[in-house]
Nanobody
């Protein structure tokens, strides 16, 4: 089973930036479309960005133009660069495959507040 570990969250003011990282164990990481998800308090988890093994990306409209997903297959890493953060981006952020098939990691908390 692939284990996922997210990091890079924190407290940031509106308009600020954060870069999230996710590392996965195992050889299957590089052959999967990977995605970032987030779950805000009282809301369901939502997929906000994904990236295919070849680098094709998809973004939820609410983050398009502000967030950038990237991956390094050699390092089993996927990243999420988040710019111009808004209070509504506050959530726990997770990475997983496109269909969420692997065990969920602990996530990383992002809090956007002045």
């Amino acid at each position: 089973q692939v284990q996922l570990v997210e990091s890079g969250g924190g407290l940031v003011q509106p308009g600020g930036s954060l870069r999230l990282s996710c590392v996965g164990s195992g050889s299957r990481f590089s052959s999967n479309t990977m995605a970032w998800y987030r779950q805000a308090p009282g809301k369901e988890r939502e997929r906000i960005a994904s990236i295919t093994p070849s680098g094709r990306t998809y973004y939820l409209d609410s983050v398009k133009g502000r967030f950038t997903i990237a991956r390094d297959n050699a390092k089993n890493m996927v990243y999420l660069q988040m710019n111009n953060l808004k209070p509504e981006d506050t959530a726990v952020y997770y990475c997983n495959t496109l269909s969420g098939t692997w065990s969920w990691g602990q996530g990383t908390q992002v809090t956007v507040s002045s």
